[in-house]
């Protein structure tokens, strides 16, 4: 990959295909960009063998464009270090380490998890995971002694062997190897019985190196992909290190979440995470994006002479037209039922409110880690005909023009897009005051800001929205300051594309 032209670049952590808001930002990002002719390359680096699949899967939606290209840590090194020998599958890898399949007896102990066990004189000597199913997930050997597997070769959709995993007598994970299509290891990592990486050896036959833990990986990769006339920009806070470390052209290092150890406290310091760019010796030629001027103020206030390398961009939206109706006697959630939304506030205040004013409704899109509690809290709380939860939502638009107003309660966020989704598909909000985001998007024409964070204080406002409905056209209104083309303009600025 290295020119000597400037290559655009996003590394992340990890592409999920159902995902965030981090990813479908940064999707969002490169899309846009796309648009103007400028090339992306998105970078990943957990580990996530049906990686092709996700590719095609964001094509396929529209996520991104043809001009956006996909590169994986693992999938690289794979292709790397790929002998061009002849390809061995799952079962020719199986008979190298226990010979003839037909000298065994098979046993299958239950049609629940559907396992075939192998047994050779009463013992078990391995098990296959899917071989009924047609869709064989893992084969593992047993030692002569227990009985219990050790060691786990898992195969990918295409019948490959492409990591194997070892667990020592006590059953800790101790070692993963990672596969070539031929049979062979390019990359190990020994694991200790806490859990940790000790070592990484990266490589095959007599070139191997190695490595004290996965930044020092990272850091070698960024340096064999990138060169330094090429433009980074970086949406994890993980890999801000190994950038640091690397040989680039220009460093960008996009925020999503609040960089506060106390989200709500101003002055609880600088978390962790955020402390290797977030400091007195960062590079002038490398950029802080935040999401809101509040963000940008506050890490000032904390770093000064960090003025000059922040810039505000905030997300961006477009112009929806509007096809639906407002069900007026409906109120919405739209997120992910995560603890970091508090959405157990919104639901408290909904109960007040609907002790002082009958015959409304709480709509809940979304599902996730809260999901159960939350239902509990709404039959607590007597509301199950009131509260109801709808999972995910495909038509998101839909939802938003059909609901009266958006709750929002999170504890912090970095710029929730479901704000300004909501903005643009006219639907007013009404928020918390949050670390950072609803409070830089909403005015006095598109929604309300609670005076506390409390649930009575939101119920308030609640009411007062019935009684004085903003207007669907100037809520949209709003959502023109935070247009695409503002949003690309400035984009362009930072990464220097003529």
Same mark, same amino acid.
């Given at each position: ?211 004290? !833990?996965?930044? /020092?990986? =990272?850091?070698? %990769?960024?340096?064999? $992909? ?5 433009? *980074?920009?970086? +949406? ?108 157990? !506030?919104?639901? /408290?205040? =909904?109960?007040? %409110?609907?002790?002082? $004013? ?5 709509? *809940?899109?979304? +599902? ?113 300051? =935070? ?16």
């Amino acid at each position: 990959m290295h020119s000597e032209k400037k290559n655009i670049f996003f590394i992340t952590s990890t592409l999920p295909m159902i995902h965030g808001g981090r990813t479908k930002s940064l999707l969002q990002r490169a899309r846009l960009l796309n648009e103007k002719g400028v090339d992306i390359t998105i970078i990943s680096t957990n580990y996530n063998p049906e990686y092709d699949e996700v590719y095609s899967f964001f094509r396929a939606q529209k996520r991104v464009m043809d001009n956006t290209h996909f590169e994986n840590i693992y999938d690289y090194y794979k292709e790397k270090y790929n002998t061009g020998k002849n390809e061995l599958n799952w079962k020719e890898m199986l008979s190298k380490y226990v010979g003839d399949l037909s000298k065994y007896v098979r046993v299958k102990r239950s049609s629940k998890n559907d396992r075939t066990y192998f047994y050779e004189n009463g013992i078990p000597r391995f098990v296959i995971k899917g071989l009924d199913s047609g869709k064989v997930e893992f084969f593992a050997l047993f030692r002569d002694w227990n009985f219990e597997p050790f060691k786990f070769f898992n195969i990918n959709k295409k019948g490959f062997v492409h990591r194997i995993d070892t667990y020592d007598v006590k059953g800790f994970r101790c070692l993963q190897e990672f596969v070539m299509d031929d049979g062979n290891i390019y990359l190990t990592k020994s694991i200790n019985n806490k859990g940790n990486i000790i070592k990484i050896s990266l490589g095959f036959a007599e070139n191997v190196i190695e490595f004290s !833990d996965e930044k /020092k990986l =990272f850091t070698h %990769f960024f340096n064999d $992909i990138f060169s330094e006339n090429d433009v *980074i920009v970086n +949406d994890a806070r993980l890999l801000d290190k190994s950038l640091l470390e690397s040989q680039v052209g220009k460093r960008i290092f996009q925020l999503h979440n609040p960089h506060l150890v106390d989200p709500l406290d101003t002055k609880s310091g600088v978390k962790n995470s955020f402390k290797n760019i977030l400091n007195s010796n960062f590079s002038k030629n490398d950029s802080i994006i935040t999401l809101t001027e509040k963000q940008k103020l506050d890490i000032i206030e904390e770093v000064p002479n960090l003025k000059s390398n922040i810039t505000v961009i905030p997300h961006s939206t477009k112009p929806t037209t509007i096809r639906y109706k407002k069900e007026k006697n409906h109120f919405g959630i739209i997120c992910r039922l995560h603890p970091q939304k508090n959405l157990k !506030d919104a639901i /408290k205040a =909904f109960y007040l %409110f609907n002790q002082e $004013i009958s015959g409304y409704y709480l709509d *809940i899109f979304g +599902d996730g880690e809260s999901h159960s509690e939350l239902k509990s809290l709404v039959i607590n709380l007597g509301l199950e005909k009131n509260v109801i939860f709808h999972g995910n939502v495909q038509d998101v638009n839909q939802v938003y023009q059909k609901i009266f107003a958006l709750l929002i309660t999170s504890n912090f966020e970095g710029f929730p897009l479901n704000a300004l989704e909501s903005l643009s598909n006219g639907t007013p909000i009404i928020t918390y005051e949050v670390n950072y985001g609803p409070t830089d998007i909403v005015d006095e024409n598109s929604g309300w800001v609670a005076d506390s964070r409390s649930p009575e204080s939101l119920k308030e406002k609640m009411v007062i929205a019935i009684n004085n409905p903003k207007n669907t056209k100037e809520v949209q209104k709003r959502a023109e300051y =935070f247009s695409e083309d503002n949003f690309v303009s400035k984009w362009l600025g930072v990464i220097g594309h003529d």
